[in-house]
């Protein structure tokens, strides 16, 4: 008894010794790579009572582990500090986030999350983790970004006013926007922000004209020092709202202060939109947001990667920023899915997993629009074949390899039937189909080269898109 008070006691005095007691029955009950991956990254910085604080890289990190290991840290904690331990987390790119319950035992569960607060009772809906330092600059954002920073330096007080920032989806623009406020409001504690929606600005002026306090609504937005609206897009056909948005921002504008809004089209080819709106979206800066080349992408999978504590090799790097092109929520996505395949099979990340992943993420390839006509393009291409040659009935060898291989690949990548990929090259019956590709899958299961080729082809094929 004697020697678990004195255990106890020099537990509760250092957060270390706890937490490194907590590692070791943790490691018996995890692979070598879930251990590395989701608890070395884990700090333990205070201890207090039986509450031990420990901070952890991000709210992703957090939700998973509250969604894996809850049960496993519970039982943990209350082996080394006793049934009443408690957890309390502090999010790096965050706030605290704390465990207010008395269960007992229980850990991970979270209460509240203290949110930035620009004004006592205000709310700015902006999201702390979209800030400059963790924003990847490359050539598709270069003049966005650099306005961006122009603007948080002197809000209103700029020829980009407003800001309207267009581009793709998950190309950055939502990042961007809220870092300037974020940004603004490190930097001028008295300005009143406020960042939304136009979907979520205009379910909120409905339910103002149905409670009867319109001008209170206009009053409101009327007030602010910076006005960020996110997909300015969505109030087209709604008249009554743009309307008011009209005349909220000619009065922000009058006033010098900062209007910033983002958009998937440039002002212009916002068809529906009111005229009067687009003249003055055009006052200030207009700036496109392009996809990231392969420099930048795969800067950002490396920062990713870092963030979510994940050991991943710059070959595996350069191959996903190598086939998702287009959007970097998709890489971040493939990152995420490849880290919890990883994790719950207990496999190191390997070439395989990530093609796997890749394939299974990079909606890029849209693959739904794959031809017949771009398969035998590639193919030919590739083997060095006259295109032309193919729909021929000439017997020449590396002619029928071709076509045999641009059927196979028809029948695989296309919902067409065997009767239109046999109209397809020269007007050849089903059966001729039907040969060709029983004669591939024989090469293949003979010949580890002629396999190999072929998944090369349905890579070039896939990623064409």
Not at 59 to 82: A, C, K, P, Y
Request: proline content about 3%; some cysteine; charged content about 25%.
């Amino acid at each position: 008894m004697q020697e678990f008070e004195t255990t106890e006691k020099i537990l509760h005095l250092d957060p270390i010794l706890t937490w490194k007691s907590c590692l070791i029955k943790i490691k018996e009950n995890v692979s070598m790579m879930t251990y590395n991956t989701w608890f070395l990254p884990i700090k333990p910085i205070g201890l207090e009572s039986l509450t031990l604080k420990v901070q952890i890289p991000s709210r992703f990190f957090w939700e998973w582990i509250d969604e894996h290991f809850n049960s496993l840290i519970t039982r943990v904690l209350i082996d080394v500090l006793g049934k009443d331990a408690r957890l309390t987390y502090i999010i790096a790119e965050e706030k605290t986030i704390e465990d207010n319950n008395n269960h007992k035992g229980k850990v991970l569960q979270v209460a509240s999350a203290e949110k930035p607060k620009t004004k006592p009772n205000f709310e700015s809906n902006l999201s702390t983790k979209y800030t400059f330092d963790n924003f990847i600059k490359g050539e598709g954002n270069q003049l966005a970004r650099a306005a961006a920073g122009a603007i948080s330096d002197n809000p209103g007080g700029t020829s980009f006013n407003p800001l309207f920032l267009y581009g793709g989806v998950g190309l950055g623009k939502t990042h961007l926007i809220q870092a300037i406020g974020n940004q603004i409001a490190k930097n001028f504690s008295d300005k009143k922000i406020i960042y939304l929606s136009s979907d979520i600005f205009t379910v909120e002026f409905v339910e103002a004209i149905q409670s009867n306090r319109v001008n209170e609504f206009s009053s409101f937005y009327r007030s602010m020092d910076v006005l960020i609206i996110d997909d300015i897009q969505f109030l087209i056909g709604k008249e009554k709202t743009q309307d008011l948005f009209f005349h909220i921002f000619n009065t922000l504008h009058q006033t010098r202060k900062q209007i910033i809004l983002s958009s998937d089209k440039p002002p212009k080819d916002l068809k529906g939109l009111d005229e009067r709106l687009i003249s003055r979206f055009q006052w200030g800066l207009t700036a496109d947001i392009q996809p990231p080349e392969l420099e930048t992408r795969i800067a950002i999978l490396k920062r990713k990667s870092e963030s979510y504590g994940m050991q991943v090799s710059n070959e595996i790097i350069e191959y996903i920023a190598t086939y998702i092109t287009s959007n970097i929520r998709e890489l971040e996505g493939c990152l995420i899915k490849l880290l919890a395949n990883a994790s719950l099979s207990s496999k190191e990340i390997s070439f395989e997993l990530v093609k796997k992943t890749v394939k299974e993420i990079a909606t890029d390839r849209k693959t739904a629009n794959i031809t017949i006509d771009t398969i035998t393009k590639l193919v030919c291409e590739y083997l060095g074949v006259a295109e032309n040659k193919i729909r021929d009935k000439t017997r020449k060898k590396e002619i029928v390899f071709a076509r045999q291989i641009a059927m196979y690949l028809s029948k695989e990548l296309t919902h067409s039937s065997l009767k239109t990929i046999g109209l397809h090259f020269g007007g050849r019956d089903h059966s001729t189909v039907i040969h060709a590709c029983n004669s591939i899958d024989e090469f293949k299961t003979k010949d580890v080269p002629f396999n190999n080729l072929i998944d090369e082809l349905r890579s070039k094929v896939e990623f064409s898109f």
